[in-house]
């Protein structure tokens, strides 16, 4: 079980971590073309397709649980079923997207802060870019497919694809065409179709045998949609939860002067490097509960999820124990400002607390997504929000930042808790929709 865990969650953790590299490149590129106004541009429109893209994201997640779930049942009708509906969803969503690009353009330009000319900058980014979005979100279709399918591969492969194309494509268009901004966008443009086509290629490459079933009719039959929908739904609010709470967290660090603002934004980077692992290892969980599911092996499950909770907790021993003995070493690859590093030290233990208590929320949403029960990672999100909510204004007057990680942990560990109480016994995985 050790060995199937590993094989599905090292290159997931590739994936998860070459993913953000796209942005990265955006702006290394953009702090050498007339800096101030090109990093702020890439900046807002980038935090505005991050947005838009996140709350797509259940196409990732619901795509992975139903097709592992095929995959472990032997249905291949039905695996090729889950991928052609998640590409008509995704086809729809991007359509739905251009069409409607000049009022949703000016809306997120409208609500953004910056100077004209940065802003002027911005628009054409945005213009650009936004015709990537067939690429990008089908491409989160193909990426929960292949994991559901067991082959983490290719999306690791596809990763790397987008990346590389990204940067010789930014390097050229702007260095060697002198295209500024609009060099920086096409590229991704690009580095995106060419990751849609590699994904593509892959299909054709090791699954060209399912062509055979492809029936879209049958794919969007109106149940089959409805329950793609109910599942995918809850991934939606649960992803609203997320960016609720993340979004809140910045801004009341805002609110606590520029200092208390960088110190969270530090320790953050921490959690983000922490996620980055343990996501790999809820992918995993994705594909390995899905097909336990599909083909009802119970005692497999039960291993599964055994082993999972067991890499959890050396894993969050693990992190507690870097963070612990290197925490400046690792917070100055982010700032070179030692008054800041230093002044983190003070809220340090937080952190600390963090992959210790956080584990159990990252496993157990891959088990639940594995086993289509979004229904309880909705639920527990959302009382784990309001409970996030709650505590920070009850002791914001008494604790002030101490506050806010309070509330940040007590949202970690409720998620986590209330999803193992509803996973204990397996009845909900035994409901799982099969």
């Known amino acids: 079980m050790n060995r199937k865990i590993l094989q599905l969650t090292l290159p997931n953790i590739v994936t998860n971590v070459t993913v953000p590299l796209v942005g990265m490149i955006d702006i290394a590129i953009a702090g050498r073309v007339n800096a101030d106004l090109a990093l702020g541009a890439v900046a807002i429109g980038s935090a505005i397709f991050n947005f838009i893209y996140w709350n797509f994201g259940f196409l990732r997640m619901g795509t992975t649980g139903f097709a592992a779930q095929a995959y472990g049942a032997r249905n291949l009708r039905e695996a090729t079923n889950v991928l052609i509906r998640g590409c008509c969803v995704a086809l729809f969503i991007s359509a739905i997207l251009l069409i409607f690009q000049l009022p949703l353009g000016r809306f997120s330009l409208w609500i953004m802060q910056g100077s004209p000319e940065v802003m002027q900058l911005a628009k054409e980014y945005f213009f650009i870019r936004i015709w990537a979005a067939p690429a990008t979100i089908g491409l989160y279709a193909f990426k ?58 892959f299909c054709i490459k090791y699954y060209h045998k399912l062509s055979k079933y492809i029936n879209i009719h049958k794919a969007l039959q109106w149940n089959s949609l409805k329950l793609y929908f109910s599942v995918n739904g809850n991934i939606f609010i649960r992803t609203l939860c997320l960016v609720s709470v993340f979004t809140f967290f910045t801004s009341a660090s805002s609110g606590m002067g520029n200092e208390l603002l960088a110190v969270n934004t530090l320790l953050m980077q921490l959690f ?150 509803s996973v204990k016994g397996y009845k909900v995985i035994k409901e799982a929709h099969l």
């Open 144 to 201: 929960g497919w292949f994991i559901g399918m067991q082959n983490p591969r290719s999306p690791m492969v596809i990763a790397i694809i987008v990346c590389v194309v990204n940067f010789i494509c930014g390097v050229w268009f702007v260095f060697g065409m002198n295209m500024g901004i609009v060099g920086i966008a096409l590229s991704t443009v690009i580095a995106q179709y060419c990751g849609l086509l590699s994904a593509i290629g």
């Open 272 to 421: 983000t490097l922490y996620s980055y692992i343990m996501d790999g290892f809820a992918y995993a969980g994705e594909s390995l509960i899905g097909k336990f599911v599909g083909n009802n092996n119970l005692p497999m499950i039960r291993k599964c999820v055994s082993y999972l909770m067991l890499w959890g907790i050396v894993m969050g021993t693990l992190f507690t124990l870097i963070y612990a003995v290197s925490w400046r070493p690792v917070l100055s690859i982010f700032t070179d400002d030692w008054n800041i590093i230093n002044l983190a030290g003070d809220f340090l233990w937080w952190i600390l607390a963090v992959p210790l208590v956080g584990f159990t929320a990252f496993i157990y949403d891959g088990i639940l997504t594995g086993a289509t029960r979004t229904d309880v990672m909705r639920n527990a999100i959302i009382i784990a929000a309001a409970a996030f909510f709650i505590i920070y204004y009850s002791l914001k007057p008494i604790l002030s930042n101490d506050a806010l990680w309070v509330a940040f942990l007590t949202f970690l560990i409720l998620r986590g808790a209330l999803q193992a109480l």
